[in-house]
C-alpha cells in the first residue's frame, strides 16, 4: 500500500473532520464531536498554521491519518516561551501498527523545527509519545495549567539550548 503525507489543503478540511470524529468516536471515553469542534475551530484562529497540520492519505485518496500542531506558551516567573502541542493524531485503525503515527509525528517534528520552534508537548497518549522519545515534563519544569502532570510529555527539537523552556502551559483562547 502506498501512503502519501501532505499538507492539509481546504479540499479536505471537511474530510479530515468527519475522520477526526470517527475515530475520536471510537474511543472509549473520547468525544469525536469536540474534538471536530477544537480542529475546526483552530484552523479559523489567527495563529493557525496550515504547515503544522499533516494528513496521510492511502492511494485511493482516502484520508487514513492526521496530526496537528498548535501554539502554546510556556509561562515561567519572567520568561516566557512559543512552543507547540500536539493537539490531534488520528490513524485510521485498518493501517495502525505500521508505522504510519510514528511517521505523521517525525514529519510534523521537522517541519516545527524548520519554523524554529525548539519544544513539542503532547498531553494525551503518553505511553505512545514516550516511545517517541517524549519526555515526563514535570522532569523539565513544565506543568500543565489544569491538569494531572504526569499525563504531560515533552521533546524538545534542538539537542543543544541555551535556554530550555520551562514554565505552565498556557493555551491560547481559541482552543478553551
Given at each position: 500500500m502506498q501512503i502519501y503525507l501532505s499538507t492539509l489543503t481546504e479540499v479536505?478540511?471537511?474530510?479530515?473532520?468527519?475522520?477526526?470524529?470517527?475515530?475520536?468516536?471510537a474511543q472509549a471515553g473520547v468525544d469525536?464531536?469536540?474534538?471536530?469542534?477544537?480542529?475546526?475551530?483552530?484552523?479559523?484562529?489567527?495563529?493557525?498554521?496550515y504547515e503544522?497540520?499533516?494528513?496521510?492519505?492511502?492511494?485511493?485518496?482516502?484520508?487514513?491519518?492526521h496530526i496537528m500542531l498548535s501554539e502554546v506558551s510556556l509561562v515561567a516567573k519572567e520568561d516566557n516561551y512559543k512552543a507547540l502541542e500536539v493537539v490531534s493524531l488520528i490513524v485510521d485503525p485498518d493501517?495502525?501498527?505500521?508505522?504510519?503515527?510514528k511517521a505523521l509525528v517525525q514529519a510534523i517534528e521537522e517541519r516545527a523545527?524548520?519554523?524554529h520552534y525548539t519544544?513539542?508537548?503532547?498531553?494525551?497518549?503518553?505511553?505512545y509519545f514516550n516511545?517517541?522519545?517524549y519526555e515526563l515534563a514535570e522532569e523539565h519544569h513544565i506543568f500543565p495549567e489544569n491538569t494531572d502532570a504526569s499525563t504531560i510529555r515533552v521533546k524538545f527539537l534542538w539537542d543543544q539550548l541555551n535556554d530550555y523552556?520551562?514554565?505552565?502551559?498556557?493555551r491560547s483562547s481559541e482552543e478553551s
Open positions: 479536505d478540511y471537511a474530510e479530515t473532520l468527519n475522520k477526526i470524529e470517527e475515530i475520536y468516536d469525536g464531536k469536540a474534538q471536530r469542534k477544537l480542529i475546526s475551530h483552530l484552523r479559523k484562529a489567527p495563529t493557525y498554521n503544522l497540520e499533516v494528513i496521510a492519505k492511502n492511494e485511493d485518496a482516502a484520508i487514513i491519518g493501517v495502525r501498527n505500521q508505522g504510519l503515527g523545527k524548520s519554523q519544544t513539542i508537548i503532547v498531553s494525551h497518549s503518553s505511553d516511545q517517541l522519545g523552556p520551562h514554565g505552565i502551559v498556557y
